[in-house]
């Protein structure tokens, strides 16, 4: 009798251990799982003499990639944003960070056209008034934050904001003016 009581106590306390040990294990692959979500935060800084700053939050949920730009100090009008090859922003004219983002060796373009474009071509966005900050968004699954893949990887590479409108046409770079705000996107 004495002998059955142990027993039952050990088996007791051998499911409560095994209870504890998974929770411990759910818990940490939460955890894991809220790590390894690629997320980071860059600061756009005025270049070519101009006063054009803000900021890029870049995430990346289920595979793709959400970017969203701040921008201010721009002027009314259509302007140009593309990630370009290096994340340095280091010279006053922001050529120091080369030019488009182009692993796949294709031609300047528009996103998504069938004649091709660099996963660098984001495009352009409206400034409706000089005064507001402008938010620009984009999303999506041809890029991702410090996967390895170098075609598409942004990390070590480098927003650029331009004074003007991407033509979408002229190569290599879519004519699209100076250089007027650059960020790396580094981590
Ligand atoms: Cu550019
Ligand atoms: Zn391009």
């Known amino acids: 009798m004495k002998r059955t009581i142990l027993t039952i106590l050990l088996i007791v306390s051998v499911l409560a251990c095994k209870k504890n040990v998974k929770k411990t ?16 935060t860059i600061v756009l800084n005025p270049k070519s003499e101009s006063a054009v700053t803000g900021t ?10 959400q970017m969203t730009a701040k ?4 002027s009314e009008g259509s302007h140009a944003i593309h990630i ?5 922003c280091s010279s006053s004219d922001g050529k120091s960070s080369g ?3 182009n692993p796949t060796a294709q031609p300047h373009g ?18 409706e008034s000089s005064e507001d900050e402008t938010t620009v968004e984009f999303s999506t699954n041809e890029w991702c934050i410090g996967c ?17 409108v991407d033509d979408f046409v002229s190569q290599p770079s879519g004519a699209a003016g100076s250089r007027v705000s650059c960020g790396g996107i580094i981590q």
Do not use: C, M, R
Not at 84 to 88: A, C, L, T
Not at 110 to 127: L, M, R, S
């Open 84 to 88: 370009h090859d290096k994340g340095d």
């Open 56 to 65: 890029a939050k870049f995430v990346e949920i289920d595979g793709v990639v």
């Open 110 to 127: 528009k996103w998504g056209a069938e004649t091709g474009y660099h996963k660098g071509d984001i495009g352009n966005f409206v400034v």
């Open 148 to 164: 390895g893949d170098p075609t598409k990887d942004i990390l070590g590479k480098g927003v650029i904001v331009h004074q003007g």
């Open 99 to 101: 030019g488009h983002w």
């Open 25 to 40: 294990e759910t818990s940490k692959t939460t955890q894991e799982v809220i790590e390894k979500t690629p997320a980071l």
């Open 71 to 74: 921008i201010k100090g721009l």
